[in-house]
């Protein structure tokens, strides 16, 4: 399984990041849809794309305004555009506004609040809220073959048993950590990770891999060369970075 980092970057892009978009291709599944979407059309594999949004905060949904130019490169049959109703609607009301963006986006806009998860072709995809200003979820995604991942950005990284629990056993963990620990209180402000937070979670779910993302492109997050924090490899991803797992 292959995760393809289209935009890593938090807030706004930079001149080496755009905002958060991932991609499996042998899923047809993207997460969130921020300014890296525009990169998406080369690596479609499959007739299907489902798009999975964490929250519609701008610098994670904006990209989808680039699907036309996407489809016209790459068609597909249907893309199905997840998330919470509340945020779909948001996003269908202002981001698509006559104003903003005055054409219908080509996709099926599916609630998740009443389902239990969700059945794809060779995943199940579940989800959990989060703690963010105006809330957000984490998704995890299991394959058919026992390959797993959870994707957990824009929170102040949930601790709780029962989000341990869910987490827990995953080959991949990719976790925002905007903020270095000496601004923890701007990190819990604005509803953010800082490496701390993420390194206590790491412990609890042990992944086999933690990935870091959601990175301020500001004051871009470092990794102490002697930190002995993290007992699994870890690493801050990079746009274009092709992590295989």
Not at 131 to 138: D, K, R
Request: net charge negative; hydrophobic share 35%.
């Amino acid at each position: 399984m292959q995760l393809h980092c289209l935009g890593t970057a938090g807030y706004h892009p930079s001149e080496t990041r755009h905002t958060s978009s991932y991609f499996l291709p042998e899923s047809g599944v993207a997460l969130d849809a921020g300014t890296g979407m525009f990169r998406l059309p080369e690596r479609i594999q499959t007739s299907t794309l489902d798009i999975l949004l964490s929250h519609a905060h701008l610098d994670h949904v904006v990209g989808l305004t680039f699907l036309l130019g996407i489809l016209y490169q790459r068609p597909v049959d249907v893309v199905r555009v997840w998330g919470e109703e509340e945020k779909l609607s948001a996003v269908r009301t202002h981001l698509t506004s006559q104003y903003l963006f005055p054409v219908e986006l080509p996709v099926q806009w599916c609630p998740i609040d009443d389902l239990s998860e969700i059945e794809l072709d060779d995943c199940r995809v579940t989800w959990r809220q989060q703690n963010h200003p105006g809330g957000s979820v984490a998704y995890r995604i299991d394959w058919h073959d026992g390959k797993s991942l959870v994707y957990a950005t824009d929170s102040t990284g949930d601790h709780d048993e029962a989000t341990l629990n869910w987490m827990g056993g995953v080959d991949v963990l990719l976790h925002e950590c905007n903020f270095h620990d000496s601004q923890k209180e701007w990190a819990i402000k604005t509803g953010h990770c800082y490496l701390q937070k993420v390194s206590e979670i790491a412990e609890s779910v042990q992944p086999k891999q933690l990935l870091l993302t959601h990175i301020n492109p500001v004051d871009e997050l470092t990794l102490p060369a002697d930190d002995e924090r993290f007992a699994m490899p870890v690493s801050i991803v990079a746009d274009h970075d092709e992590i295989t797992f």
